[in-house]
């Protein structure tokens, strides 16, 4: 027999307000409605997402539609090999005025810092993010300084395969709660694109129709969703079972196992629901484990071969039975 649960937030209210941050990102992203619920749910999960895909599918505007949605404090960092860590953490100068040292703090601090073509910068800046993204504090000279409640990074990237990019080291990867791929739009979804974007700037129009405070009620109404035992198992199976699989050199880490727990709360609140089906962690699998994963030497190479082992071990892996 279930367990009764205390009664929690209003999770069918906040799925509308959910929702209405959907509908206004999806007013400027036309034909990918899954891509959109997807990003939505990491910003729910206290997660951050990576975007990537080739040039021109709608990276950055996707990016900027959800920062846009959002009445808060938004940085956009344009990621080039020049720029430094210090852009991003900040940095301690000499006041002449005051006589004393002072902190200029950099664009990590926001609610939503937009990193574009985050592969374009190389390793060291790249790792500037690390403390941030894992611990929401930066530490400069020797002082930490807390970030913005919520805080989330929204990054782009394209294939590393294309000319001027790095790749992201593994453990900056494994801080991304997600990674998504836009994709080519469909033949009516271009023609709309047409419609919507080739007399102005849509983007520019669109309004903020959520503040701060109400992020940071969404995400602990979230964190209330109920997950059964059963369930919590099925999670840590999925994760276990990626580290001995054949083909794969480096599986995912235990951050994985929260990430995907966290992910389907998410969900399960967007859909209205005070608990997680094993749909909704079935769902998240390849989003939010397929970039955490090395491949061994020897095995198929690129996404679609990590995308055949996740398969596999969805198809392997026991789904607990009820609820």
Same mark, same amino acid.
């Given at each position: 027999?279930?367990?009764?649960?205390?009664?929690?937030?209003?999770?069918?209210?906040?799925?509308?307000?959910?929702?209405?941050?959907?509908?206004?990102?999806?007013?400027?992203?036309?034909?990918?409605?899954?891509?959109?619920?997807?990003?939505?749910?990491?910003?729910?999960?206290?997660?951050?997402?990576?975007?990537?895909?080739?040039?021109?599918?709608?990276?950055?505007?996707?990016?900027?539609?959800?920062?846009?949605?959002?009445?808060?404090?938004?940085?956009?960092?344009?990621?080039?090999?020049?720029?430094?860590?210090?852009?991003?953490?900040?940095?301690?100068?000499?006041?002449?005025?005051?006589?004393?040292?002072?902190?200029?703090?950099?664009?990590?601090?926001?609610?939503?810092?937009?990193?574009?073509?985050?592969?374009?910068?190389?390793?060291?800046?790249?790792?500037?993010?690390?403390?941030?993204?894992?611990?929401?504090?930066?530490?400069?000279?020797?002082?930490?300084?807390? +970030?913005?409640?919520?805080?989330?990074?929204?990054?782009?990237?394209?294939?590393?395969? +294309?000319?001027?990019?790095?790749?992201?080291?593994?453990?900056?990867?494994?801080?991304?709660?997600?990674?998504?791929?836009?994709?080519?739009?469909?033949?009516?979804?271009?023609?709309?694109?047409?419609?919507?974007?080739?007399?102005?700037?849509?983007?520019?129009? +669109?309004?903020?129709?959520?503040?701060?405070?109400?992020?940071?009620?969404?995400?602990?109404?979230?964190?209330?969703?109920?997950?059964?035992?059963?369930?919590?198992?099925?999670?840590?199976?999925?994760?276990?079972?990626?580290?001995?699989?054949?083909?794969?050199?480096?599986?995912?880490?235990?951050?994985?196992?929260?990430?995907?727990?966290?992910?389907?709360?998410?969900?399960?609140?967007?859909?209205?629901?005070?608990?997680?089906?094993?749909?909704?962690?079935?769902?998240?699998?390849?989003?939010?484990?397929?970039?955490?994963?090395?491949?061994?030497?020897?095995?198929?190479?690129?996404?679609?071969?990590?995308?055949?082992?996740?398969?596999?071990?969805?198809?392997?892996?026991?789904?607990?039975?009820?609820?």
């Amino acid at each position: 027999m279930a367990t009764r649960r205390k009664a929690g937030p209003d999770i069918p209210h906040l799925a509308r307000a959910y929702e209405r941050i959907e509908r206004n990102v999806e007013s400027v992203v036309e034909g990918k409605p899954e891509v959109v619920r997807l990003a939505l749910v990491a910003l729910l999960a206290e997660g951050h997402l990576l975007i990537e895909d080739i040039p021109g599918v709608g990276k950055t505007l996707l990016a900027k539609a959800i920062a846009r949605s959002l009445a808060c404090s938004v940085r956009r960092v344009q990621f080039t090999p020049d720029l430094l860590p210090s852009d991003i953490t900040g940095v301690t100068v000499f006041n002449q005025e005051h006589g004393d040292f002072e902190f200029k703090p950099g664009a990590v601090f926001a609610n939503v810092v937009l990193g574009d073509e985050i592969n374009r910068a190389g390793p060291k800046t790249q790792s500037a993010l690390l403390e941030a993204m894992e611990e929401r504090q930066v530490t400069v000279d020797g002082t930490t300084y807390e +970030l913005a409640v919520p805080f989330m990074v929204i990054a782009t990237q394209n294939p590393i395969e +294309l000319e001027g990019t790095y790749p992201l080291p593994e453990a900056q990867r494994d801080r991304f709660l997600m990674r998504l791929s836009v994709g080519y739009p469909s033949v009516e979804a271009e023609l709309e694109i047409l419609d919507v974007h080739g007399d102005g700037d849509r983007l520019a129009e +669109l309004q903020p129709v959520a503040e701060a405070q109400e992020i940071a009620a969404m995400v602990a109404a979230a964190r209330t969703v109920h997950v059964a035992d059963p369930l919590k198992r099925y999670i840590v199976d999925l994760v276990r079972a990626t580290r001995v699989h054949p083909a794969v050199e480096l599986g995912a880490s235990p951050r994985a196992s929260l990430a995907l727990l966290r992910a389907s709360r998410a969900l399960a609140a967007f859909a209205g629901r005070d608990y997680v089906v094993p749909d909704d962690v079935k769902r998240l699998v390849q989003p939010v484990l397929a970039h955490r994963l090395i491949l061994a030497p020897g095995a198929a190479d690129g996404d679609a071969a990590v995308a055949e082992v996740l398969g596999e071990l969805l198809s392997s892996v026991p789904i607990p039975a009820g609820r």
